[in-house]
Every structure is written in C-alpha cells, then in structure tokens.
C-alpha cells in the first residue's frame, strides 16, 4: 500500500524537486496556505508580512517595520545563518500555524525561497 | 559716589541681571540628555557600541523601535523575558543562552539599575507599583503624551501608533526624546 505512492513519488522527484528531494512548489504553495489561529480566528499567512513574492520586500503586519526580500536571488545574505534560520522558522511557524513547522516543510520553504 | 562708580556700579548690575536671567531660563530638557547625544542608551558611549547593546538592538529592533532598558525597571522587564511566546501577541521566542544574555542586559540597564534623567523619572512616575509592561502604558509614558490628538497618532497613517517613536522622535536611535526634535508627519515640529 505504502508502496506504489512512494515508487511513483521517487519517480516524479526529478521533475519537481531540488536535488535534495525538496519540492519549491510545496513550498511556494505552503507560503501562501492561510491558517487559522484558534485563539483569535485571524487569518495568517507567510506571505501576509512577507509578500507571495520573496524578490519583494514586505512588511511586519502590526508594526510596519519593514521587512528585507526573503529571496537570496535579491538578497544575498537570506538563508546564510543557520541559527537565524531555526529561530525565526520556530516563531513564526508557532504563530502561523500554531505549531512548529516539519522538517520536510521547512525544506519545501527553503527550496521556494531559493528558487526565486 | 562720583560719576565713574555709578556707571561701573549701573553696568555691573546690567550685568549679573542679564546672566542672571541666563542662568535661569528654562530649559525642560536635562542635562543628562545632552550627555546622551549620540548615544543610544546610558550604557552607550559615543561611538562605540557595545557587543551586548547591538545584540538587543538586532534583536529586539527586528520588528519594532528598540526601546532603551531605561524605560522600565527590571522587574518589568523579567516579565517581558518570561513571556515572550507571546510577545503583545506575537511569537517572540529566542535561543535559551541569547534570552539569558538579552535578559541580564536589560536588568543591568533598568530604570533603578542607572542613573539617567528618563529612566529616573520613569521609575518615580511608578511610585513603588509593579507597573505595566507596555512602555506606552506607564504613567510617565502618558504624562509626557498626554497633549496629543488621535489624528496625530495612532490615526495618522504615517505613525500608526505610540510604539512607533522613530516616526516623531526623530533622535530616538540617539537616545534623545527631546521634544524640540519632534516632527510629526503630517503636522511638523511640535509647538507646544
């Protein structure tokens, strides 16, 4: 059962994926998911501070502060600090989603990010 | 007396009136704001920034104005600390060794902690009360505040909110919140 998804997954993987077998298309489609906070019942989405585009540049959804491009393409240092990366993954994951992203959708991010 | 000592005595007295009325003009800024030019907190000295001040400027001017330790005592600022999951509603969590090193600089820069003009009168304005952990809320927040209209503030586009003192205070990354540098968009310098 676990099987034929998983043979037809290994086979679609080059055509979606990074070679590191994450999917930017997942990514880009998680991005732009909207979640629902159950406390509030206020709408989030990643791209609600950041944009759906990572080449633009956004802004914080309460203060206004603005936020650099998220797209290494534009902006060379995104995605160089590891430490950088779990600690605004682990607060904004918890926020949006009210959990913590996996990581196999933290990949997926990384991978859409990266390939903007 | 002759004529020369009654002019000297006359010019004399011009003199001391004239310094006099220097001396007591007022000026509602304090000194201790004057030593603060061009730096961001007490704790900064003019041109150097130290490697725990620019660890709380990056990180806790990520999403907001990096409001100076002074502003409330350090018991208020343990509540911050301890509750930063959810941060006025935001999740703003961090490393455990970078929240210790934040915390203990914040603590150490408190409103008692230094002695500086804000944070003194920060810390009088309490009266021995635990406070709130809202800067805008204190009461030496909303005295300072107080003649202010909605339309200039959280009404105003450019503004937004009482949080935002980069947007009037146009010294504030200097540490200075001085009310003749104020500029409120929209409006200009504030005339009081």
Same mark, same amino acid.
């Given at each position: 059962m676990i099987k034929l998804p998983l043979m037809i997954g290994i086979f679609l993987l080059p055509l979606v994926a990074q070679a590191d077998g994450f999917s !930017? !298309? !997942?990514?880009?489609?998680?991005?732009?998911? +909207?979640?629902? =906070? +159950?406390g509030s019942g206020q709408e989030r989405r990643c791209a609600s501070c950041h944009t759906s585009d990572p080449r633009q540049?956004?802004?914080? !959804?309460? +203060?206004?502060?603005p936020i650099a491009p998220m797209a290494p393409s534009v902006n060379p240092e995104r995605? +160089? =600090?590891n430490r950088k990366i779990a600690k605004w993954f682990k607060r904004n994951c918890k926020w949006t989603l009210g959990r913590e992203c996996t990581p196999r959708e933290q990949g997926d991010l990384l991978a859409f990010l990266r390939s903007r | 007396m002759n004529k020369t000592a009654t002019i000297i005595l006359i010019l004399l007295a011009?003199?001391?009136?004239? /310094?006099a009325g220097l001396a007591l003009s007022d000026d509602d800024q304090d000194s201790d704001d004057d030593d603060h030019r061009k730096r961001w907190s007490r704790d900064a000295k003019p041109g150097v920034v130290s490697a725990l001040q620019q660890q709380y400027v990056d990180e806790c001017? /990520?999403?907001?104005?990096?409001?100076?330790p002074g502003f409330l005592p350090a018991q208020s600022w343990e509540r911050v600390m301890s509750g930063l999951e959810d941060h006025f509603g935001e999740n703003a969590e961090l490393p455990a060794e970078d929240a210790r090193q934040i915390g203990n600089y914040l603590r150490a820069n408190a409103a008692g902690a230094v002695s500086d003009g804000v944070a003194n009168r920060s810390l009088a304005a309490l009266q021995g009360r635990q406070g709130p952990i809202r800067i805008t809320e204190t009461r030496f927040f909303r005295r300072e505040h107080d003649d202010l209209t909605r339309r200039m503030v959280q009404d105003n586009p450019q503004v937004g909110s009482f949080s935002n003192?980069?947007?009037c205070h146009t010294r504030a990354m200097e540490g200075s919140f001085d009310e003749h540098q104020v500029r409120i968009p929209g409006y200009g310098r504030w005339d009081d």
């Open positions: !930017a !298309a !997942a990514g880009e489609e998680f991005w732009n998911r +909207t979640f629902v =906070d +159950t540049g956004g802004k914080h !959804a309460k +203060t206004g502060k995605l +160089t =600090d | 011009l003199a001391l009136l004239g /310094s001017g /990520s999403c907001h104005f990096p409001y100076q003192c980069e947007a």
